[in-house]
């Protein structure tokens, strides 16, 4: 208490409690065919059906079952998507032998052969100098 009320002999006052539950008014139960206890539950169960309805709105309206099966396919390691071929660009002055064997030693899981193409790489770059590198 501040000493301002204090000093005026005022003295804080308690707000009276509202009930926390869902009550239909009594002269709209009076015209109820029911009694009033039944109208109050009959009245919590379209609030609770009404606030779930707006909270699967909400939750398709944020887009959340796509973001988790999309979290789930990362974790699971298959990302909704297969690569069935690729296709290079700009390959008219180089030998697309190199490429294919890279491609299909890297899909076998055969690392040796990725190494051994990249090294056969660097021997044919060797000769071609980046400028400003040498």
């Not at 009550?23 to 379209?46: C, E, H, S, T």
């Not at 299909?104 to 060797?126: F, K, M, N």
């Amino acid at each position: 208490m501040s000493a301002a009320h204090v000093r005026r002999g005022g003295v804080a006052r308690a707000k009276p409690r509202k009930s926390s539950k869902v009550a239909v008014p009594k002269r709209i139960a009076k015209k109820l065919p029911v009694d009033q206890a039944r109208a109050n539950r009959l009245a919590g169960l379209v609030l609770a059906a009404f606030m779930l309805a707006i909270t699967l709105v909400v939750i398709v309206a944020l887009d959340i079952p796509a973001k988790a099966e999309r979290a789930a396919g990362t974790a699971t390691g298959e990302a909704g998507f297969t690569v069935t071929g690729y296709q290079i660009v700009g390959i008219n002055h180089m030998d697309r032998s190199l490429i294919d064997r890279v491609v299909t030693a890297a899909a076998d899981g055969d690392e040796s052969v990725v190494d051994a193409t990249a090294a056969e790489i660097s021997e044919l770059l060797a000769g071609y100098p980046m400028p400003g590198w040498a």
